[in-house]
T-cell receptor, first 115, second 114 residues
Framework: EPEVTQTPSHQVTQMGQEVILRCVPI?????FYWYRQILGQKVEFLVS????????KSEIFDDQFSVERPDGSNFTLKIRSTKLEDSAMYFC?????????????FGPGTRLLVL | AQSVAQPEDQVNVAEGNPLTVKCTYS??????LFWYVQYPNRGLQFLLK??????LVKGSYGFEAEFNKSQTSFHLKKPSALVSDSALYFC????????????FGSGTRLQVQP
């Protein structure tokens, strides 16, 4: 069964450094998403991406964040200058693009630790 | 703004007994409701969803959920719990007005005792 994959599984970085989290969505999906889960808290929506542009973003997704689909398979989340509070599990998801009723399928996550 | 409440941090049930994990929601318009499960060190796995139609929705691994519009609830149920069902369960909602962002509840840890 097709799955969303994410790399790396864990990332440790110093405050102020840039990080890039990578995702390979399910191959025929058209919508891509990033969510994050700070330890012990809810899963929170960050951004959705369709047709090579951001379709929706939350207030968390500020200028420090950017997303890109650099080629036909990868979908990346970049944090330009990491802060301690960016430490979280970051989940990528994808969906077919049939409508708001559709299911989003999640990857295993990247655990980011900012020191 | 849409929101989801999962009132129980943890639910304990003996293997073989029925289980219920509660979820209530608030959304403008009609809701699309989802249940996901998270096993340790794993991502969120889709269990089931309610879009329209039958209020009782059947999903993976023997789980089902009942949509109750008057009570704005979408409780997850299983007639007979397994130890392997022990995991973290998340309820999520999206409205039918075009936004795709899912709003999640805080999660409920299900512990099934042998």
């Amino acid at each position: 069964e097709p799955e969303v994959t994410q790399t790396p599984s864990h990332q440790v970085t110093q405050m102020g450094q840039e990080v890039i989290l990578r995702c390979v969505p399910i191959s025929n999906h058209l919508y891509f998403y990033w969510y994050r889960q700070i330890l012990g808290q809810k899963v929170e929506f960050l951004v959705s991406f369709y047709n090579n542009e951001i379709s929706e973003k939350s207030e968390i997704f500020d200028d420090q964040f950017s997303v890109e689909r650099p080629d036909g398979s990868n979908f990346t989340l970049k944090i330009r200058s990491t802060k301690l509070e960016d430490s979280a599990m970051y989940f990528c998801a994808s969906s077919e693009g049939q409508g708001a009723h559709e299911t989003q399928y999640f990857g295993p996550g990247t655990r980011l630790l900012v020191l | 703004a849409q929101s989801v409440a999962q009132p129980e941090d943890q639910v304990n049930v003996a293997e073989g007994n029925p289980l219920t994990v509660k979820c209530t929601y608030s959304v403008s318009g009609n809701p699309y409701l989802f249940w996901y499960v998270q096993y340790p060190n794993r991502g969120l796995q889709f269990l089931l969803k309610y879009i329209t139609g039958d209020n009782l929705v059947k999903g993976s691994y023997g789980f089902e959920a009942e949509f109750n519009k008057s009570q704005t609830s979408f409780h997850l149920k299983k007639p007979s719990a397994l130890v392997s069902d022990s995991a973290l369960y998340f309820c999520a909602v999206r409205d039918n007005r075009g936004r795709r962002a899912l709003t999640f509840g805080s999660g409920t840890r299900l512990q099934v005792q042998p």
